[in-house]
């Protein structure tokens, strides 16, 4: 089978195109604009695969986007390229809508059309599988706000987007599911929890608190750090995603969780200690623990039921948070230079997403 994956060079797109190229038969394409967030070293252990190409085209050039589905002839495509950062999206909006909605539209666009060219039977075997986030789904209750038994986002659970990234990233399921429905284009959608691991950039939580960590900066946390996250190890997730477009049933939407639900502060915690041991200095890593104002309209919580995924494709995830968070460190510790190259002077670890509230009386 050949693939195209958008997003190609992004922290998760990598991840699926080094488990495919490695562990299947499988042809890739990797089509990504290269943003900030996107770097072909994520991929040097496969550019010289025969079955690996790349296209450096952004999803919002329809014409581009036209000439690579007549060029290489897909039986699938992944479908993740996005603006991912909530912080990013709250100080620049305008970009997430661009990407995350208008060319989500237009890679519909241009693989229906491809689509309609196909055999019968070809038309029946291709998948368009969408990847997107928990976060579509607003915030679950909070241990300190119910007792009890807490519920967990399931397929079914109505969506209630709290940010720019999160509202487009909505927009964009939405878009996908309707062009299933209205032109019987053969779509399937999957939501993820948090992920971390190797080639992640420096911008969200893990990687960023290891490096301030390594070069004595302070550990930033958002309010009490009692936000909880699904984690989900990168490859699992890679994992995933395979079975979903290989295996998945048209239509469905299958959620993906790590089933590690964490405090922000005991992630960070952790990571301290796990540094602790590996680059053991004069004092604890936890004692540059910071505290900073909370991010505006910060979900509390997350959790995702995958119970779906177990039962229906029989996946589960390998890795626990506490063997993933060590494999991460340890990777981090190993590629320092990857680390740098990624931020090039454009991006040094500084807060995004502040926003000045007192201009409107708040």
Not at 19 to 27: E, G, K, M, R, Y
Not at 54 to 62: G, N, P, T, Y
Not at 106 to 114: D, G, H, M, S, T
Request: charged fraction near 25%; glycine fraction near 6%.
């Amino acid at each position: 089978m050949k693939i195209l994956v958008t997003g190609g060079a992004g922290f998760i797109g990598s991840a699926v195109i080094r488990h495919i190229i490695d562990n299947t038969q499988d042809l890739v394409v990797n089509l990504d604009k290269l943003t900030y967030a996107g770097n072909l070293e994520s991929l040097k252990s496969v550019d010289s695969n025969d079955r690996y190409k790349f296209e450096r085209v952004d999803i919002c050039d329809r014409i581009a986007l036209d000439r690579v589905f007549a060029q290489h002839k897909p039986d699938a495509v992944m479908h993740l390229a996005a603006e991912s950062h909530v912080d990013r999206s709250i100080t620049g909006p305008a970009e997430f809508i661009q990407t995350n909605i208008v060319g989500t539209y237009n890679i519909l666009e241009a693989a229906r059309e491809y689509w309609n060219t196909l055999s019968n039977d070809a038309k029946k075997s291709f998948r368009f599988h969408h990847i997107s986030t928990d976060e579509v789904y607003g915030d679950l209750p909070h241990p300190d706000e119910q007792e009890g038994q807490l519920p967990l986002f399931t397929e079914e659970t109505s969506y209630a987007p709290s940010s720019p990234y999160s509202a487009s990233k909505a927009s964009s399921d939405h878009l996908v599911r309707a062009w299933l429905r209205t032109y019987g284009f053969p779509t399937i959608v999957t939501n993820c929890s948090n992920n971390y691991g190797p080639y992640h950039f420096p911008e969200k939580l893990i990687p960023l608190v290891i490096l301030n960590a390594l070069e004595g900066k302070d550990l930033p946390i958002y309010g009490k750090g009692d936000q909880i996250r699904d984690w989900l190890y990168v490859e699992d997730h890679a994992r995933a995603l395979y079975k979903v477009v290989t295996e998945g049933i048209v239509g469905e939407t299958y959620n993906i969780g790590g089933h590690n639900e964490k405090q922000n502060i005991e992630v960070v915690k952790s990571i301290c200690s796990i540094l602790d041991i590996l680059v053991p200095k004069d004092s604890l890593y936890s004692e540059q623990i910071t505290f900073v104002a909370d991010r505006p309209g910060h979900d509390r919580r997350y959790a995702i039921d995958s119970s779906k995924m177990s039962a229906k494709l029989n996946w589960t995830p390998v890795e626990t948070f506490e063997t993933g968070l060590r494999k991460t460190v340890q990777w981090y510790l190993d590629n320092q230079t990857w680390c740098q190259n990624v931020q090039d002077g454009s991006y040094q670890r500084e807060r995004l997403g502040e926003i000045n509230m007192t201009a409107k009386g708040k």
